[in-house]
């Protein structure tokens, strides 16, 4: 990684925690198990690596090693190794960005050192690009990350009571397009809480759904994904009872669903003038495989004893008609 600029920096020396000004904690995710871990390791052996401040304004502003510090203070320590950038503070928050040293910052922390960069300090995308050895579009997309995202929601990424997945890919889009559907999204999830794979379930329903559903859908977002497992579960038992026979019975009603639907197609082209290559070579597929299932069940039968009119189930067959007989799912309430 190409190094910003060349901050002149103090051997680590070892100063009181309570002279460390905080000013970026919020800034960056407490991650309570990294800290536990990094606690115990500090009690084994000691603080290896030390903190990283800038004198700004009178204070030592730590810019790197809020985890330590945090660990440091679990265990009643008092004082906390230290290493000064002689610097300005921009400066130094550019070299937090580039060095390659430093743990590796989640998106949205990245995402939020360079808003401090441009809204703060005053720089252009472009000059925070050149300066930390990214580009522009680097620096856009994590600032997009937290574009309109509110403050409640970047409080909650904070306490641990939203992930970094479910604030980025689902909290900010959502904010962006509905706030008020994103804060009452983020009451429910503080009020029900629903794991990441739910609340991917759950936004992809939303994206999908007219709105007096999705007004539902964010007022009860638990209740959604208990009538989905329910579903499931109602379909898993389908099967369960209609075994291999019902397996494929289901799919062979299904191939039958597929050719009445391309037939019209197929017959009105033919009429106009005949089949193009690929699609009569499509047919020729279909008819050999039809024939290679005929040969391996040993039988070719005529006619069905019990013929559908619809091409469905036989009526003692407790499996559903094909998807094109059903009526469309009902919103969830």
Do not use: K
């Given at each position: 990684?190409?190094?910003?600029?060349?901050c002149?920096?103090?051997?680590?020396?070892?100063?009181?925690?309570?002279?460390?000004?905080?000013?970026f904690?919020?800034l960056?995710?407490?991650?309570?198990?990294?800290?536990?871990?990094?606690?115990?390791?500090?009690?084994?052996?000691?603080?290896?690596?030390?903190?990283?401040?800038?004198?700004?304004?009178?204070?030592?502003?730590?810019?790197?090693?809020?985890?330590?510090?945090?660990?440091?203070?679990?265990?009643?320590?008092?004082?906390?190794?230290?290493?000064?950038?002689?610097?300005?503070?921009?400066?130094?928050?550019?070299?937090?960005?580039?060095?390659?040293?430093?743990?590796?910052?989640?998106?949205?922390?990245?995402?939020?050192?360079?808003?401090?960069?441009v809204?703060?300090?005053?720089?252009?995308?472009?000059?925070?690009?050149?300066r930390?050895?990214?580009?522009?579009?680097?620096?856009?997309?994590?600032l997009?990350?937290?574009?309109?995202?509110p403050?409640?929601?970047?409080?909650?990424?904070?306490?641990?009571?939203?992930?970094?997945?479910?604030?980025?890919?689902?909290?900010?889009?959502?904010?962006?397009?509905?706030s008020?559907?994103?804060?009452?999204?983020?009451?429910?999830?503080?009020?029900?809480?629903?794991?990441?794979?739910?609340?991917?379930?759950w936004?992809?329903?939303?994206?999908?759904?007219?709105?007096?559903?999705?007004?539902?859908?964010?007022q009860?977002?638990?209740?959604?994904?208990?009538?989905?497992?329910?579903?499931?579960?109602?379909?898993?038992?389908?099967?369960?009872?209609?075994?291999?026979?019902?397996?494929?019975?289901?799919?062979?009603r299904?191939?039958?669903?597929?050719?009445?639907?391309?037939?019209?197609?197929?017959?009105?082209?033919?009429?106009?003038?005949?089949?193009?290559?690929?699609?009569?070579?499509?047919?020729?597929?279909?008819?050999?495989?039809?024939?290679?299932l005929?040969?391996?069940?040993?039988?070719?039968?005529?006619?069905?004893?019990?013929?559908?009119?619809?091409?469905?189930?036989?009526?003692?067959?407790?499996?559903?008609?094909?998807?094109?007989?059903?009526?469309?799912?009902?919103?969830?309430?």
């Amino acid at each position: 990684m190409v190094a910003p600029m060349d901050c002149a920096t103090e051997l680590a020396a070892e100063v009181d925690l309570h002279q460390l000004e905080l000013r970026f904690a919020t800034l960056r995710l407490p991650e309570p198990r990294a800290v536990e871990q990094l606690a115990r390791s500090i009690e084994r052996v000691g603080q290896l690596v030390p903190c990283v401040v800038v004198a700004a304004g009178g204070a030592l502003v730590l810019l790197d090693g809020y985890r330590r510090v945090a660990a440091l203070r679990r265990l009643a320590r008092e004082r906390a190794r230290v290493q000064r950038w002689e610097c300005a503070l921009g400066e130094a928050l550019l070299g937090l960005l580039a060095r390659a040293q430093a743990r590796a910052l989640v998106p949205i922390e990245e995402a939020l050192l360079l808003r401090e960069l441009v809204h703060s300090e005053g720089l252009s995308q472009h000059e925070v690009a050149a300066r930390c050895g990214r580009d522009v579009s680097w620096v856009n997309r994590r600032l997009l990350l937290v574009s309109g995202l509110p403050d409640s929601v970047l409080q909650a990424l904070r306490a641990g009571r939203v992930s970094t997945w479910a604030a980025t890919r689902v909290m900010a889009p959502l904010a962006r397009a509905n706030s008020d559907h994103a804060q009452q999204l983020l009451e429910a999830l503080h009020r029900e809480g629903l794991s990441t794979r739910e609340l991917c379930c759950w936004f992809e329903h939303y994206r999908r759904s007219p709105r007096p559903v999705r007004e539902r859908l964010v007022q009860r977002p638990r209740l959604f994904i208990e009538a989905q497992h329910a579903t499931q579960e109602q379909r898993a038992d389908a099967r369960l009872r209609a075994g291999p026979e019902g397996h494929c019975a289901r799919a062979l009603r299904q191939c039958l669903a597929l050719i009445e639907r391309v037939r019209p197609s197929l017959s009105t082209l033919a009429a106009g003038g005949g089949l193009n290559p690929a699609l009569v070579s499509q047919l020729a597929r279909l008819r050999a495989a039809i024939e290679a299932l005929h040969s391996e069940l040993g039988s070719e039968p005529d006619h069905d004893p019990h013929p559908d009119p619809r091409c469905g189930a036989h009526p003692a067959c407790p499996e559903p008609q094909s998807a094109r007989d059903q009526p469309p799912a009902a919103p969830v309430t």
